[in-house]
């Protein structure tokens, strides 16, 4: 599997078998440029406008914004419920987590997940190769409430996003990756701008994308 960073939430994985998979989408109005590529494959894990657009990744076959299960090609993916705040959902809605099974490894992306995951919440979203989880707070899991969510779901690598970065307009309102990444011993930052993971190949501890200039 390998994965590219496009900003923000957004990132595209494909297969070993060539399946695209791009996730939450954006408009241009966050400060990156609208994520171009073509892709398979596109989950939204909730409507707000920097993480939905519908048209943004071109020639999807499969489009999802729902608590579902689906496969398409060599992946199979499986929405798990969840809120975008602590309050059930009272302060911004619903925020879907999907979960992506394909090249022998287990991904989830957990959008604007918001609180911390229940029990019942983990055992749906199950073991995990893969973890892509929200850093920056404010309107998702602040740094610490990010670490916690890590130690509950207890994946063997994690992939930070949402967080504050130069060129994202929402920046100023969110925490810095470091706030998060201090938390951990074992943290790599990717040189290159695909990450590339194998099922069991040693690879562990939080790794940080390459993110577009």
């Known amino acids: 599997m390998k994965i590219e960073a496009l900003g923000h939430s957004c990132f595209l994985m494909t297969t070993k078998q060539g399946t695209r998979i791009v996730t939450d989408p954006f408009d241009g109005g966050i400060g990156y440029d609208e994520p171009a590529v073509e892709t398979d494959i596109v989950t939204m894990s909730h409507g707000h406008y920097d993480h939905h657009k519908e048209d943004a990744p071109k020639n999807a076959k499969l489009s999802l914004d729902t608590v579902t299960e689906a496969e398409y090609a060599d992946v199979k993916i ?33 959008g604007d997940l918001g609180h911390l995951p229940t029990k019942d919440q983990i055992e749906k979203i199950g073991k995990l190769d893969v973890l892509m989880i929200p850093v920056g707070g404010i309107f998702t899991l602040d740094a610490k409430a990010a670490e916690e969510t890590v130690r509950l779901l207890a994946p063997r690598i994690v992939i930070p996003m949402h967080y504050q970065t130069k060129r994202l307009t929402l920046g100023k309102k969110i925490g810095k990756l470091e706030a998060f990444t201090k938390r951990f011993s074992n943290v790599t930052y990717a040189e290159e701008k695909q990450i590339q993971i194998l099922p069991d190949d040693g690879q562990q501890g939080v790794i940080v994308p390459v993110l577009p200039q």
């Open 78 to 110: 499986c929405g798990v419920a969840t809120f975008h705040d602590e309050k059930g959902g009272a302060l911004r809605g619903a925020n879907i987590v999907y979960v992506y099974e394909a090249d022998g490894l287990r991904i989830a992306h957990l």
